[in-house]
């Protein structure tokens, strides 16, 4: 399985559509077996989901994204785990361990509104009750 994450330096970045950097890691059985950093200045939304199909990408771990680029990643059967915050490597761990939850890693000022309508509808995609951090 293949993981990327939005990063701007040793955090989430806070809004995939202008991330820059990518940090992409495989797993097998739940354990990191490789990592590294790529660019993600692809342009358009439509090149940024074909370049996460590209690269092989499972899962996109972001900080906010629009609800176009995330309706076009997951055209691309790539699920998006969006309005996560904090250290890239302390997502990894969490993600890692399977204990990746909305509480522990929410941004800041997203607990209602548009983004919690927004998650239960991107839960509902995926098949899960509204919350899609209960990997």
């Known amino acids: ?20 950097s990518l940090l992409i890691v495989s797993f097998e059985n739940r354990q990191m077996v490789k990592e590294g950093f790529v660019s993600f200045e692809a342009g358009t939304p439509l090149l940024q989901a ?7 990408v499972d899962v996109l771990i972001c900080g906010a994204i629009t609800e176009s680029l995330s309706m076009l990643i997951e055209r691309y059967t790539i699920q998006v ?11 990894l761990d969490a993600f890692s361990k399977g204990t990746l939850r909305q509480k522990d890693f929410r941004m800041p000022g997203c607990g209602s509104g548009r983004q919690r309508n927004f998650r239960r509808q991107l839960g509902r995609r995926h098949g899960r009750s509204g919350n899609i951090f209960n990997l």
């Open 81 to 91: 785990i969006p309005f996560v915050s904090g250290r890239v490597d302390h997502i």
């Open 1 to 20: 399985m293949k993981l990327a994450i939005t990063a701007w330096e040793d955090r989430v970045s806070p809004l995939c559509d202008a991330a820059r």
């Open 50 to 56: 074909s370049m996460l199909a590209d690269l092989g």
